[in-house]
């Protein structure tokens, strides 16, 4: 499995376990015009990931993906998503995605 954490608190919550995920994602405190493009690209690549795995199971008729180690079962775990007033809907576009495929 390949825990990949979300934390628009900028680490707080779910920084202390860092070492133990794929990939972790907080706001930019750089970039002032889009301090959510970090977590929006990790959500787009979840999409992407889970969309070439469909594919590829759909090209083998095949509804369920069996995890591997080249090719683990990915987590996306995000705290408190809705935590900054305005935060949500930079980058809610990648989660209905995810919850209506799963794969």
Same mark, same amino acid.
Request: proline residues 8%; charged residues 25%; without cysteine.
């Given at each position: 499995?390949?825990?990949?954490?979300?934390?628009?608190?900028?680490?707080?919550?779910?920084?202390?376990?860092?070492?133990?995920? +794929?990939?972790? +994602?907080?706001? #930019?405190?750089?970039?002032?015009?889009?301090?959510?493009?970090?977590?929006?690209?990790?959500? !787009?690549? +979840?999409?992407?990931?889970?969309?070439?795995?469909?594919?590829?199971?759909?090209?083998?008729?095949?509804?369920?993906?069996?995890?591997?180690?080249? !090719?683990?079962?990915?987590?996306?775990?995000?705290?408190?998503?809705? #935590?900054?007033?305005? #935060? +949500?809907?930079?980058?809610?576009?990648?989660?209905?995605?995810?919850?209506?495929?799963?794969?």
């Amino acid at each position: 499995m390949a825990v990949w954490a979300i934390d628009p608190k900028g680490g707080m919550e779910l920084g202390p376990g860092r070492a133990l995920y +794929a990939r972790f +994602a907080v706001p #930019s405190l750089d970039d002032v015009d889009a301090p959510y493009e970090r977590i929006a690209v990790l959500l !787009e690549d +979840a999409v992407k990931v889970m969309q070439r795995r469909a594919g590829g199971l759909a090209d083998v008729l095949i509804r369920k993906h069996v995890p591997t180690i080249e !090719e683990p079962l990915i987590l996306v775990v995000i705290d408190e998503i809705v #935590s900054r007033p305005g #935060s +949500a809907e930079t980058f809610l576009f990648g989660i209905p995605a995810l919850d209506e495929m799963g794969r």
